[in-house]
């Protein structure tokens, strides 16, 4: 098995020593993160585990417009200049890449890492990649010790459902392939959606999402006068399972917010609310992996969706370390 590997060298700004003049390219440990020592990971002091899967062909087989594959370098070149506080703990365990279009093989080296991250104790973001992403993550987080005997829930922010019936996997299919997986394993399906786009999904979508029981609210109910209903809405959803999964397609957000994507949102669900919910789901101590896809830099103008993307790890990772006013 291929361990992944350091592929990025944190930089940016640095304003002196001590603690307030804190980035996250300061709180990154590269000399304990990623080594390899004896054929496994060694994953260094638990905080967050930054992984990368550097993979669009999901992407491709979905006929959507590639370029993801290059989504982690550019969500770590925006997060390397943001402030961090003292108490933020980041190992960078490096990047799992599809070779040769087998999206299958990539899907199990990632969850193998995933595995070994959610076992040394640390809350792993992984940076894909498009949304092939999350089977490899569903992999190696059914692997870990953490969900033995736990009710799984995924919490998927996205305008898609990702539910679609293929032969051949791809970005439209692992929450599809994480049902089957669970119910072969006599688990039930614990899966919800904020942001739905109506017409980005057909009715045979819709109907799937029903006949598998997942809970849902559309684009036009996660506006930020419904902010509080949206937060209970992801509230119930904590109540009811275990251990939570997060995952954030930034196809959720408004395309003026995030152009550069597979797929561009013409509505979207405004930035604030995708913070609020993030912040909220921060603060829960069953919230254990976490995903965020589908950056395109080819079309990302400006960097403001890698920028974005930042944003809202940042916001979980100051939020898991009780840094609340950043």
Not at 26 to 36: D, K, S, Y
Not at 59 to 85: F, Q, T
Not at 290 to 307: I, K, Q
Request: charged share 20%.
């Amino acid at each position: 098995m291929t361990n992944p590997t350091i592929q990025h060298t944190w930089t940016g700004r640095d304003d002196g020593p001590g603690p307030e003049h804190r980035r996250w390219h300061h709180a990154v440990n590269m000399a304990q993160a990623g080594t390899v020592q004896n054929g496994a990971v060694q994953t260094g002091a638990a905080g967050i585990a930054i992984l990368g899967f550097r993979s669009d062909e999901g992407v491709r087989r979905n006929k959507g417009r590639v370029g993801a594959v290059d989504g982690p370098a550019s969500i770590r070149s925006a997060l390397a200049p943001m402030a961090a506080p003292a108490n933020l703990v980041v190992q960078d365990l490096g990047d799992t890449s599809v070779v040769d279009g087998n999206l299958e093989d990539g899907q199990k080296r990632l969850g193998a890492a995933v595995c070994l991250a959610l076992d040394a104790g640390h809350l792993p973001v992984i940076l894909g990649g498009g949304h092939e992403t999350a089977f490899g993550t569903y992999t190696g987080l059914r692997a870990s010790q953490v969900t033995d005997g736990r009710r799984v829930g995924i919490i998927n922010l996205d305008a898609h459902f990702d539910l679609r019936a293929e032969e051949v996997p791809s970005s439209g299919t692992p929450f599809r392939q994480v049902a089957a997986a669970e119910q072969a394993l006599g688990h039930g399906f614990n899966y919800t959606v904020l942001g739905i786009s109506q017409p980005g999904n057909t009715e045979a979508l819709f109907q799937t999402a029903r006949d598998l029981g997942v809970k849902y609210l559309l684009d036009e109910e996660c506006t930020e006068s419904r902010v509080e209903q949206v937060r209970q809405f992801t509230q119930d959803f904590i109540d009811s399972v275990d251990v939570l999964y997060l995952t954030i397609d930034l196809d959720v957000l408004p395309a003026y917010v995030a152009p550069g994507v597979s797929a561009p949102a013409s509505y979207g669900v405004p930035l604030s609310v995708v913070l609020d919910v993030c912040r909220h789901l921060a603060r829960s101590p069953k919230l254990t992996v976490v995903d965020v896809v589908e950056l395109n830099p080819t079309f990302d103008v400006d960097s403001r969706t890698a920028r974005t993307a930042a944003r809202l790890i940042h916001t979980i990772a100051t939020e898991r370390s009780g840094h609340r006013h950043a």
